[in-house]
Every structure is written in structure tokens, then in C-alpha cells.
């Protein structure tokens, strides 16, 4: 019997060294990661566009570059989603 409660304790041990070495992979998947690394690839993506406006594109933003104030709003929000990410990843609550 004591030899069992060994073996469950050091099962227990085993599982939650496991757990541990998985939590870099736990926070691979969260879905602030994913929005912000989307906002951050389409801010630079039309922000890069800001930087050469067309005249006609101008006249129809009635000489605003929309592009370039667009793009810097999204890579700005992408940023604030990683740092989000970076100061309070997830943590697993083992309830047991």
C-alpha cells in the first residue's frame, strides 16, 4: 500500500514538471498573439502605402493620407494586443 502512494506522488510530480514545460506552448495559441500580430502586419502593410500617397488617392481623401494615419492607428493597436500579451500571459488554474 505504501509503495503505491510512492508511486502516485511521483506520478504527480512527473505530470506537473510536464505542465510546466508546456506553458511556453500554452500562450503560442492565445488569440491576442494572433490579433495583434494581424494588426501589426497590416498596419505596417497599409502604412507602408501611406508612405508613397497618389494624387488622386489625396483628392479623394480630401488631402488626408489616410493611408499612412491608418496604418500607424493599426501598428500602434497591434502593439498595445503583443504587450498585452507580454505583461499577463496566461496562466493554467489547476483545480484539483
Not at 41 to 60: H, R, V
Not at 79 to 94: I, M, Q, S, T
Amino acid at each position: 500500500m505504501r509503495e503505491d502512494a510512492v508511486e502516485r506522488t511521483r506520478h504527480a510530480a512527473a505530470v506537473a514538471e510536464l505542465e510546466e514545460q508546456s506553458g511556453t506552448a500554452r500562450t503560442l495559441f492565445d488569440v491576442r498573439t494572433v490579433i495583434g500580430g494581424l494588426f501589426l502586419l497590416y498596419g505596417l502593410l497599409i502604412g507602408g502605402a501611406g508612405l508613397f500617397p497618389t494624387e488622386d488617392g489625396l483628392a479623394k481623401s480630401q488631402g488626408i493620407n489616410i493611408n499612412l494615419w491608418t496604418g500607424l492607428a493599426m501598428v500602434v493597436v497591434g502593439a498595445l494586443f503583443v504587450l498585452w500579451v507580454w505583461r499577463r500571459p496566461l496562466k493554467h488554474d489547476n483545480a484539483e
